[in-house]
């Protein structure tokens, strides 16, 4: 599955958001069989309100959202590249993940001690990005002699990996993140930035983490967050934690009250799930039956045959085509059968690159 890591500084509330993430997702446990929590690994159902939408015309017994883990990577602090505090453990845990989810303190209490003494999320943010940024550095510098010699003796691999890696290098050097690269990259050469497998090239998202009575608007702090995101073309998000733990522990109809009450609309928890979605760059396509209504993941860019392997290796496999209803589609025509007979269930074979929100049948040899 796709993973998410929240990294943070300590004190910031990471913990407070990763077990109001387990929480929600042991909850929904029962419902979902396959859900399984490793104490730093929580996965979540990924809220989605089209399937509750398929479900409902498909007549399907069972719904199942798709899902996506957090884990919770503690022990950054200044000094973690180079071995400070749990700096090792934590480094190997980053490179694990597919995207980072960033969280800033964005709140004052004076009895919750900040590790730099003050409140200033930007700087934070750039602590952390420090170290991650040295740990890079430090790794490409090593690996890069090795693939220098290699390519001086014509070898093929390092002749096609090293052009990234002097970019990537140059990039370290001048104190900049690598993944600065990765907007205007063609496909081939992210291929070859992935494999790198560079800390800082991993998307990131921040959360803000503000006080209960910011939640709804923000603050001065969430609004600094999300200057400097924007100057990066990263993401931002607004979250209390406090009231998210809150919530985790309610009941559904108390949750909805409280969450009134605060000025907010849903769970915070579902907009961090859903931009850790986007982050990690998924799209959704569903199948649809009177046994179940179900999404499901794939990367943008994947083909039919990929998609099927994601319900079984044997229908990517044996993959011969695939009935593709868009789910508007299905939706205004009424579901499959209507669809069909309205000729807006196409017959897409296997260089069909899947849409968004699909809806698919596939037909395959076993
Ligand atoms: P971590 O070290 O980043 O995992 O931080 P924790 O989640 O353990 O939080 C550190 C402390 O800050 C705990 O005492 C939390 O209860 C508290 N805390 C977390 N979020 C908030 C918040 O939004 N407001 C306030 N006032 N305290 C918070």
Redesign the pocket.
């Known amino acids: 599955g796709f993973k998410c890591g929240i990294v943070?500084l300590?004190?910031?509330?990471?913990?407070?958001?990763f077990n109001a993430l387990t929480k929600t997702a042991a909850a929904q446990a029962a419902n979902y069989p396959f859900c399984t929590i490793e104490p730093n690994t929580g996965e979540v159902a990924v809220p989605d309100p089209r399937l509750k939408k398929i479900a409902g015309i498909a007549q399907s017994k069972e719904v199942v959202p798709t899902r996506i883990s957090f884990v919770d990577i503690?022990g950054l602090v200044r000094g973690a590249s180079k071995g400070e505090g749990l700096g090792n453990q934590f480094l190997a845990n980053i490179r694990e993940v597919d995207a980072i989810v960033h969280?800033l303190r964005c709140?004052e209490?004076e009895d919750?001690a900040h590790v730099e003494g003050r409140i200033d999320p930007a700087a934070d943010a750039e602590t952390v990005e420090t170290e991650l940024m040295l740990a890079d550095l430090e790794s490409l510098e090593r690996r890069i002699v090795q693939t220098r010699k290699r390519a001086t003796g014509k070898d093929k691999e390092a002749i096609t990996v090293l052009p990234m890696m002097e970019k990537a290098l140059a990039l370290l050097q001048d104190g900049k993140p690598v993944r600065l690269l990765l907007a205007d990259l063609a496909a081939e050469d992210l291929h070859i930035l992935r494999s790198l497998n560079l800390l800082t090239s991993k998307p990131v998202l921040y959360v803000c983490?503000?006080?209960?009575g910011d939640a709804a608007g923000g603050n001065a702090y969430s609004a600094a967050v999300e200057k400097m995101a924007g100057a990066q073309g990263a993401k931002s998000v607004v979250i209390?934690?406090?009231i998210e733990a809150e919530v985790a522990q309610l009941p559904e109809d108390e949750a909805a009250e409280y969450l009134e009450a605060m000025g907010l609309e849903e769970p915070g928890l579902d907009r961090l799930i859903r931009a850790g979605y986007e982050l990690l760059d998924l799209i959704t396509f569903f199948t649809a039956g009177p046994k179940e209504a179900r999404a499901w993941t794939v990367k943008k860019g994947a083909k039919a045959p990929q998609a099927a392997g994601e319900i079984h290796t044997d229908f990517e496999r044996g993959f011969i085509r695939a009935q593709t209803i868009a789910y508007d589609d299905f939706v205004r025509l009424g579901g499959e059968t209507a669809a069909r007979e309205a000729g807006k269930a196409r017959d897409e074979g296997k260089d069909y690159v899947v849409a968004d929100g699909d809806v698919m049948l596939f037909k395959f040899n076993v």
């Open positions: 943070g300590p004190n910031v509330g990471k913990s407070t958001l503690a969280v709140f209490d919750i983490n503000v006080a209960e209390s934690a406090a």
